[in-house]
């Protein structure tokens, strides 16, 4: 009589090359007893994975695995509980993947993850948040798994994200279930596959349940999202805690999703009412493709670890104060922009002393004092603005003095200085600092600020300064509350003038010929109100234009122009809710790689990083260049096309100008 027997991962079976599962042992002729198939935990047969329906929990009563109906009916009994002595876990060292899965020169089973062993009182609950990512440029048949999860000797229990197909189901789009499986190829046990969308953000939680002598009760599930897991019960402590990227199938690098990483945020992990000391250890197992973990923040209750899938340039951090020969500490946040005449970056900031000083590289850092340089004209109040001008070669700093005029600081071999109130005719003086811009179309230079009369007046150059009031010549529309930014965009030759109102709207000043004025706003369809003052920025790689602020949600907000005004709020994109300092971002585009970056100052005070590449992604850039002094105010960004580099400079809490370059 031929008895069919249930195989536990305890069942080892001697083969020539050692003992192993009985389930990886193939019968004579090389064939396999049935079809393995694929979970997040490496291949194994088929009858060994089983779907625990809505309501059903898993309970390990007895010593053995048994479906429990909500009734407490036994539904089916899957033979003795898994239990290994000890407490290492099996996953990821005893992943199977059968030999005609193995794609060649590109690694299978855990890619990269994040582990840490909780040695103290049980932990009560593991929570995480991620957002979906976009779906992989190429499709090769890969299945990509997601999650954060906690082990026993035996099995792990886990939410999962999952790209591609597995046991449980799926195809090219992404979806979500929960899983208890055995870490040698035994049993494994999923909830129904949901489907969900990129750019939907997950939050996986386990949480213990019960605990009866020395057994525990758990519940796994994604928050908000219905019938996404299920219960087990009575089954051994799970003490091995790991966030981790599995991935099958992989051909090439493009099979991994369409971005730089996935982050894993807002990590909570709690033992009872208090929140132990942890520490993560990355393990990269493979990186065919760059792909690394990073532990951003070891916090047990706002915790962050990002799971890269690819690698990525980095960061560097230079304290431009010590480079340029110590000048004196800043006052003021810097701006920064590079000069194509001769090759050179600079980066302007009032001091302490309230002069205006230049930081400036050619191949090396030097200093140089500005106010002294153009005969000590009257002393700045304020932050300085710079720009350059190709139609003469020139350099141009302005900025506002303690005269509460508009005065300007120009090169063309030497350095002078021109009082831009007086020479325009003594128009309002400032009530902002100043912004200022050129303009091909008609060869002309511009300077915009808020006067005291909260009117947007503009100083533009043609040969001679002119005084014009922006407020009037577009009708009056509502008065100004901060600093206005100017900009200019080939697609259409227009000038454009974009302010905060008295309303907390977004307003756009634009030129055509004539002034016009839009409530960008409005335009928009009423997204949230600003408490920043807005900047603006043109890309020449979609042909748009984008104006971006800091919103009474704490959100990043962009509005956006392809034809019509559209809204984004870029911190829900990029899928990293930190707050900023409720202060002003900054912006720029990079030509090197056709992408888009936002920067800001973190609740964190960390320098952050939004950047669009087709996706909206987030980069904390001070972990990104070592962990710098951190910012006491907003960073700017600029590139230089001399290397192919970007750059964001700041004010550091020492009062050094720091830069970070890519």
């Not at 004579?28 to 329906?53: C, D, F, K, N, W």
């Not at 049993?187 to 002598?213: N, Y």
């Not at 990104?624 to 096309?641: E, F, I, K």
Request: with cysteine.
């Amino acid at each position: 009589m031929k008895i069919k027997k249930f195989f536990s991962p305890d069942d080892q079976v001697l083969t020539p090359g050692g003992y192993r599962p009985a389930s990886q042992v193939n019968p004579p002729g090389g064939g396999v007893s049935e079809p393995h198939v694929l979970t997040p935990g490496g291949y194994r047969p088929a009858s060994q994975v089983h779907l625990i329906e809505s309501g059903n929990m898993l309970s390990g009563d007895g010593g053995r695995l048994r479906l429990i109906h909500p009734s407490g009916g036994v539904l089916s009994d899957f033979g003795p509980l898994p239990i290994r002595p000890g407490t290492a876990p099996l996953h990821p060292a005893n992943v199977f993947i059968p030999q005609e899965k193995i794609i060649p020169a590109f690694g299978s089973g855990w890619i990269t993850y994040v582990n840490w062993n909780n040695t103290g009182n049980p932990v009560t609950s593991f929570s995480t948040t991620w957002t979906v990512p976009p779906p992989p440029a190429t499709q090769s048949g890969q299945t990509i798994f997601l999650f954060n999860g906690i082990q026993n000797s035996s099995m792990i229990y886990q939410p999962v994200l999952q790209w591609g197909s597995s046991a449980a189901g799926g195809g090219n789009y992404w979806s979500i279930a929960s899983w208890y499986v055995d870490g040698q190829g035994g049993p494994a046990f999923h909830s129904s596959l949901i489907q969900v969308s990129p750019g939907q953000i997950l939050k996986g939680v386990m949480t213990q349940t019960g605990q009866s002598g020395g057994l525990f009760s758990y519940n796994c599930d994604f928050e908000g999202i219905a019938n996404s897991g299920y219960a087990i019960t009575n089954v051994q402590q799970l003490t091995w805690f790991i966030v981790t990227m599995e991935c099958y199938g992989i051909t090439k690098c493009a099979d991994y999703p369409n971005t730089s990483d996935s982050s894993f945020r807002d990590i909570n992990i709690r033992s009872g009412s208090t929140n132990p000391s942890i520490a993560w250890t990355p393990v990269n197992v493979v990186q065919d493709c760059g792909q690394h973990a990073v532990v951003v923040n070891n916090s047990s209750v706002n915790g962050e670890v990002d799971l890269y899938y690819q690698a990525t340039a980095a960061w560097n951090h230079n304290d431009l104060t010590t480079a340029a020969g110590s000048p004196p500490l800043a006052a003021s946040d810097p701006i920064g922009y590079t000069w194509d005449v001769d090759k050179t970056e600079h980066v302007v900031y009032r001091g302490t002393d309230n002069h205006i000083h230049e930081l400036w590289f050619n191949g090396k850092w030097n200093h140089n004092d500005l106010t002294v340089a153009t005969g000590n004209p009257p002393l700045a109040a304020g932050k300085p603005a710079g720009y350059t001008w190709s139609i003469d070669s020139t350099e141009h700093v302005v900025y506002r003095g303690a005269d509460d005029r508009v005065h300007e600081l120009w090169f063309n071999g030497t350095w002078n200085h021109n009082d831009l109130t007086a020479a325009a005719g003594n128009p309002p003086s400032p009530a902002s600092d100043p912004e200022g811009y050129t303009w091909a179309v008609d060869k002309t230079e511009h300077v915009v600020y808020r006067g005291t009369d909260n009117h947007i007046h503009e100083l533009w150059f043609n040969g001679s300064w002119h005084h014009n009031d922006l407020t009037v010549a577009t009708g009056n529309p509502p008065m100004a509350v901060g600093k206005p930014y100017g900009y200019t965009w080939d697609v259409d030759n227009t000038e454009h003038v974009i302010y905060r109102g008295s309303d907390n709207h977004i307003h756009e000043l634009w030129f055509n010929g004539t002034w016009h004025h839009n409530d960008l706003t409005g335009a928009t369809g009423f997204p949230p109100l600003s408490t920043s003052d807005p900047m603006g920025y043109t890309w020449s790689a979609d042909k748009t234009e984008h104006v971006i602020y800091y919103g009474i949600d704490n959100h990043i907000h962009e509005l956006w122009f392809n034809g019509t005004w559209n809204h984004n709020d870029l911190t829900n994109a990029s899928g990293y809710p930190d707050a900023p300092v409720g202060t002003d971002p900054g912006a720029y585009t990079w030509d090197a790689d056709n992408t888009e970056h936002v920067v800001y100052r973190g609740t964190d005070n960390h320098v952050h990083e939004l950047w669009f590449n087709g996706n909206w992604n987030h980069n904390d850039l001070t972990n990104a260049a070592g962990q710098p002094p951190l910012p006491a105010g907003d960073p700017v960004g600029y590139t230089w096309d001399v290397d192919k580099t970007e750059h964001v400079v700041y004010r550091g809490v020492d009062n050094h100008i720091h830069e970070l370059w890519l």
